[in-house]
């Protein structure tokens, strides 16, 4: 899945208001930066961070 934001390939690919969008790092720091509410964006950040290592 390509990035929404730009032309790299994403590397996230979160549900926002019932539709998928695909998002790079950048874009999903930008995206999520925006509206979070720090506890909910530092969740989230430990289950991504979670995956990856796997
Ligand atoms: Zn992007």
Redesign the pocket.
């Known amino acids: 899945m390509q ?4 032309d ?1 390939t994403a590397t996230f690919a979160p549900e926002m208001g019932g539709v998928q969008v695909g ?2 790092d ?2 999903f720091r930008e995206r999520f930066e925006s509206f979070a509410e720090s506890d909910a964006l530092e969740s989230l950040q430990r289950d991504l961070d979670a995956e990856k290592s796997e």
């Open positions: 990035c929404h934001y730009c790299r998002l790079c950048t874009h």
